[in-house]
């Protein structure tokens, strides 16, 4: 979040050449540039250099506290406007697997970006635009319990483990699975008009589909409700669950609604190898295949 103190103490360092930490950029297919970490730097300069703030609270350099940028004398605006920024710069040639854990370990501030706040800074293109407005689905933020997408991005992995599923398919499942994710992402930044609007269709159709045989309290839970609290969205669920719902019919789902219900609560209760899988390790390739395979036997006949 931008503060203007904060903003004021970066002009005093520059003024006073005291080092700033170095912003660090990504280079896109477009060979533009992704601000990965230094954009409140960038913007509170840009922001100073437009006279959109004055300067406040200065410690050192307090006969400047209350003046635009336009209001000092020239000879410090040309310091200001020389001033060289440092910047490292990740080019578009560097493996992706290497951009990523690059960033990752790099991104260390207050709050620092989880793994999809990476992604949507990397990766931007056509798929990463349609799960972030994929994210404001009504029929979804009933199912997450939210009135408003997930500030730190966390529905939109949900949404993206799903269509990594959908066009990978279990079997082309890999770890780690943040780099599988990223792959996704990154491929699918030139995707087609059609294609991208068959995926949104594809996506929608699987949520309704799901709330055919569950309520959104129940969605991808452990327990179904019943006039229960809810529970936390377990991932391994939603995984199986949209991606099994996604190939059968409306018509067939609502015809075995609860014989799939019965199974799904035999399976959550009764099967402790299956409670296991998605209760820890759950990113791991074998145990992904394992638990496709117990979720396929358990409802193979009813979707």
């Not at 992704?34 to 509170?44: A, L, Y």
């Not at 635009?68 to 605006?77: C, V, Y």
């Not at 040309?78 to 992706?96: A, F, G, K, M, Y």
């Not at 800074?121 to 408003?148: H, Q, S, V």
């Amino acid at each position: 979040m931008w503060n203007n103190q904060l903003a004021s103490r970066l002009i005093e360092s520059m003024l006073l050449n005291v080092p700033i930490p170095p912003c660090y950029l990504s280079q896109n297919y477009e060979y533009t540039y992704d601000v990965i970490d230094g954009q409140q730097r960038i913007f509170s300069i840009y922001k100073f250099l437009d006279n959109q703030f004055v300067l406040t609270k200065l410690e050192v350099l307090k006969e400047l506290n209350g003046k635009r940028f336009h209001e000092l004398e020239r000879k410090i605006q040309r310091q200001l406007e020389t001033h060289i920024l440092r910047c490292v710069v990740i080019t578009n040639d560097s493996s992706p697997e290497i951009q990523f854990d690059v960033f990752e370990r790099l991104n260390s501030n207050t709050i620092p970006l989880n793994a999809q706040e990476l992604r949507n800074c990397m990766y931007r293109g056509k798929l990463n635009d349609l799960i972030n407005d994929l994210t404001t689905f009504a029929p979804w933020l009933e199912i997450i319990g939210k009135k408003k997408p997930d500030y730190r991005m966390r529905d939109a992995e949900l949404i993206l483990r799903f269509f990594a599923f959908h066009l990978e398919g279990p079997k082309k499942y890999k770890t780690p699975q943040k780099h599988w994710l990223n792959d996704v992402l990154k491929e699918g930044r030139t995707l087609s008009a059609p294609k991208i609007e068959n995926l949104k269709e594809v996506w929608e159709e699987a949520i309704r589909k799901c709330l055919v045989i569950f309520s959104a309290q129940e969605c991808f839970r452990r327990t179904l409700l019943e006039g229960k609290k809810k529970s936390v969205i377990n991932k391994a669920l939603m995984d199986l669950t949209m991606y099994s719902f996604n190939h059968a019919s409306i018509a067939t789902l609502t015809k075995n609604r609860l014989q799939i219900r019965k199974q799904y609560v035999n399976l959550l209760t009764k099967n402790d190898e299956f409670n296991d899988l998605i209760s820890k390790s759950v990113d791991h390739k074998s145990r992904t295949n394992r638990r496709f395979e117990l979720w396929d036997e358990y409802f193979s006949d009813y979707i």
